[in-house]
Every structure is written in C-alpha cells, then in structure tokens.
C-alpha cells in the first residue's frame, strides 16, 4: 500500500512549487555514452539550497505551521543538506533553528545553514552522535526535534519523483543514494502510488554499508564508522522507518567505493558541466558499476546535490580522490 495517495501527492506538488519551480531532468549524449543507455539525469542539485532537501523543508514547517504549535524554535542533526532545508524553511514561517553537525563537517555547508539563519553547533565524530545530541538538546531547550525522516519530509521529498516519473514514465530503474532514506522512500512511494513498475535501486558507500547490511540480512544493522566523502550517506544506524519501506520497496542496493564516487564526480563535470557532491554522484557510479547489466535500459539517476567544499571538488578534478579522516 502506497504511503500517500495521489491526491496528497498533488498537494505536495502544488505547495512546494509555490516556494520553488520543478527541477530539470535532462538527457545528456556524452553520459549516455559513458554508461551505455538512454538516461535521465534528476537535476536536484538546481534547488535553491542545492539539493533535494530543500522539498522536505518546505512541507514539513507547512505542517508545523497549519498544526499550531507554539514552538520555541526548532533544532536538527545533519551533514548539511538536510540543515539547510530546515533553516531556510523555519526562518520562512518566523522560527529560529539550531542544528547540530559533527566535528569536521563541511565548512561550505556549515557557512549556508548559518546564511539561510540558523545556529550551527559541532558536536560528536559523526551524525548518528551529533543526532543524539539534538535530542537531548531538544528536551532541555524545548525546542521543536525535526528528525531526518518523517512522513511530512516524505511527502515533499516525493515532489522530485512526481516531476521524474511524469516526465519520464517509463524508467526501467532509478538510482539513488541511501543516508537516512528520505530519497529512496520518496521514489518508492510514489512509484507505487502511480501504480508503475520501475525498479529503484539504492546507493551506499563501501564505507557506510549500514543500509546495505541491513537490506541484505533483513534486519537492522549498524557499523562502527561511516567515513566516505559522500557524506550524505555517511550514517552508521539505518532509520527504523525508512527501513521498513526500502526494505521491501527496493530491487537492490549497490556499495560503490570513493574511488568510484570520484570517479562519477568528475564524469559530471566533463559531460554536463554540473557540480555534483559526493552523494550526488554516488548514483551514477553504481549505474556505471552495472553498465553491462544495465545496458539499452531507460535510466535515471538523481543527483541529489551539488555542494561539495572547494578544496575536495578541486581534489576531485585533479584527479585524485579526497581523504576522509
């Protein structure tokens, strides 16, 4: 059964372009080349923060508005994306944010939270720690949690996949990176919501296999670290929800290496002259991973964000591949 109806799906559509327009999903000749099959590049990092994230934002503080609440502000974990989205939308509707990153986060995605108006602090080694300490914070300061994964980011998120799936109705299978799942159970939610049988395959790092073991076993698993320069799939512990949804929902979910994340990051470059971050690149090197496999099959790919710090995407375009401590 399908999370939400169409109906509901509209509305979503409806809302969030109020605050942005659809983003593009072009066909480039030079990348279909490379990965030998007609394929849809989904343009998420064309949102005004960059990444898809920005979608969740906007649904869920409409529901934290028409619900009343009397918030004192709200606070989050993230490795960026998902902080920008928060902040910009919390500032639209009149609320302060605070969020919450690890130590060593992305000094470009840090500096946009702050600009779109929140209080970043740095806590922990990585997101799992810095989540558990937006909670704690939460409770003292009684401020409003907003988790990474919850229906009313589901439903924005899901607005991508109805522009994809309308301008493309017949993919034989989507690409997209797995962090805390919103993506992934955003294409499976609506694919199963418009009845279409296109396969949906996430996207992990050979260094934060978490989602991976978990899909692979059928019950959750955590690992013990989740370094890897696509640091939007850097997450030890799968979301219990999420899980429930990809689990059943996917056809598969591809490890790639940073090597082969680098790899993708600069194909973007040369082909299309987009910047893609590391999770957003993250898709295109499981496809090119599964190029033979794949072959002839009507693709899509999302490029779920486009901010990457300058010294890695220079790194990264000398042909190296960035270290991650």
Not at 303 to 316: A, I, K, R
Request: some cysteine; aromatic content about 6%.
């Amino acid at each position: 059964m399908a999370l939400f109806t169409q109906s509901e799906l509209n509305d979503a559509v409806n809302l969030v372009h109020q605050h942005m327009p659809a983003t593009a999903q072009y066909r480039w000749p030079l990348l279909e080349e490379r990965t030998g099959c007609p394929l849809w590049v989904k343009h998420e990092n064309h949102t005004p923060t960059g990444a898809f994230k920005i979608r969740g934002g906007i649904t869920y503080a409409h529901s934290l508005q028409k619900s009343q609440t009397h918030s004192t502000g709200i606070i989050t974990a993230t490795r960026g994306n998902h902080g920008q989205s928060q902040a910009r939308a919390a500032t639209a509707i009149g609320l302060p944010s605070t969020i919450v990153v690890p130590h060593g986060n992305s000094k470009e995605k840090n500096a946009a939270m702050r600009a779109f108006g929140a209080t970043v602090i740095e806590h922990g080694d990585d997101f799992d720690i810095a989540r558990l300490h937006a909670m704690e914070l939460a409770e003292k300061n009684q401020l409003t949690m907003v988790p990474a994964f919850h229906p009313e980011i589901i439903r924005g998120v899901a607005t991508y996949a109805m522009e994809l799936f309308s301008a493309a109705p017949n993919l034989h299978t989507v690409y997209v990176p797995i962090g805390c799942g919103s993506g992934i159970c955003s294409l499976i939610t609506v694919r199963d919501a418009l009845g279409l049988k296109t396969e949906i395959v996430g996207v992990v790092s050979t260094h934060a296999m978490a989602a991976k073991l978990s899909f692979d076993s059928g019950k959750i698993m955590e690992t013990d670290s989740a370094n890897t320069i696509a640091d939007g799939m850097a997450v030890r512990i799968p979301v219990e929800a999420a899980f429930d949804i990809y689990s059943k929902g996917a056809a598969r979910i591809v490890a790639v290496t940073d090597d082969e994340v680098a790899n993708a990051m600069r194909a973007y470059f040369t082909d299309t002259h987009n910047v893609a971050e590391g999770a957003g690149a993250a898709p295109l090197a499981a496809l090119l991973q599964e190029r033979e496999k794949m072959a002839g099959r009507e693709c899509a790919v999302i490029l779920c964000g486009g901010n990457v710090d300058t010294d890695v995407f220079t790194t990264v375009l000398e042909g190296n591949t960035p270290t991650v401590g």
